[in-house]
């Protein structure tokens, strides 16, 4: 392999929602050149920034199923049961929900966490406190997504951040999807919570970090109590 391909396969591929903003990006870089050169570094430093937040990497997605992957990339902010969003339907006893936070930094493509059905999409528009708050799944921006697998109907929900100001989502009701699919993607830091079914043990702890479409955060066929943790 050549030195020119083997930098190549270091950088990952953009995703095509980043190419407008990478090119204001750009331009206003050339802009702040013109006015005053160190304006235009910063300027560059940004485009680089911003071309980075919509990168797009390929991802090994286990396929087995009963496997739940996490839908984005960033750290496990909770782990707790909480009554699901009304808009899901999915009834009105708690659900365990697992609450991915991104920041400013990590992937921004969700990826599907199941193989299965889209059985209902939901938008509801709302505020844009800080999606690390547990409120936020109340109170902010949000699109939903209820998801039919043989293991039971999972909920996936999309919340606009403190920074974030637009949710974009890339399939419609009725669509089927492979596990680790993109469906969507949040604008500049958001969150994702993944409800899941009655009876469903987390094999994840606050604090760690999840990788889209490669961290297992369940497992419908695993019959224990979970996993227990060392933080170290």
């Known amino acids: 392999m050549s030195i020119a391909n083997s930098i190549r396969g270091q950088i990952p591929p953009i995703?095509?929602?980043?190419?407008?903003?990478?090119?204001?990006?750009?331009?206003?870089?050339?802009?702040?050149?013109?006015?005053?050169?160190?304006?235009?570094?910063?300027?560059?430093?940004?485009?680089?920034?911003?071309?980075?937040?919509?990168?797009?990497?390929?991802?090994?997605?286990?396929?087995?199923?009963?496997?739940?992957?996490s839908p984005a990339d960033g750290k496990v902010s909770m782990v707790q049961p909480v009554l699901p969003p009304a808009e899901l339907g999915l009834g009105d006893q708690p659900l365990l929900r697992i609450s991915v936070f991104?920041?400013?930094?990590?992937?921004?493509?969700?990826?599907s966490?199941?193989?299965?059905?889209?059985?209902?999409?939901?938008?509801?528009?709302?505020?844009?406190?800080?999606?690390?708050?547990?409120?936020?799944?109340?109170?902010?921006?949000?699109?939903?997504l209820v998801i039919s697998t043989p293991g039971g109907r999972i909920g996936v929900v999309q919340i606009a951040g403190l920074v974030a100001r637009?949710?974009?989502?890339?399939?419609?009701?009725?669509?089927?999807?492979?596990?680790?699919?993109?469906?969507?993607?949040?604008?500049?830091?958001?969150?994702?919570?993944?409800?899941?079914?009655?009876?469903?043990k987390a094999l994840v702890a606050v604090g760690q970090t999840a990788i889209a479409g490669e961290t297992v955060l369940a497992d419908f066929r695993i019959g224990d109590g979970g996993r227990t943790y060392r933080v170290d």
């Open 15 to 69: 995703h095509k929602e980043g190419y407008p903003f990478i090119g204001a990006f750009a331009l206003a870089s050339l802009v702040l050149f013109w006015i005053w050169t160190p304006l235009g570094w910063i300027g560059t430093v940004l485009t680089v920034w911003c071309a980075l937040f919509f990168r797009d990497p390929v991802r090994v997605t286990p396929t087995r199923e009963g496997v739940v992957v």
């Open 102 to 111: 991104m920041s400013v930094f990590n992937v921004h493509v969700n990826r």
């Open 113 to 144: 966490p199941v193989a299965g059905r889209i059985e209902r999409i939901a938008y509801r528009p709302g505020k844009f406190i800080n999606a690390e708050l547990d409120k936020a799944s109340e109170d902010n921006e949000r699109n939903s």
């Open 166 to 200: 637009r949710i974009v989502s890339f399939v419609r009701e009725g669509q089927t999807l492979s596990a680790g699919e993109r469906f969507g993607l949040i604008r500049f830091g958001s969150r994702l919570d993944i409800y899941l079914p009655e009876g469903s």
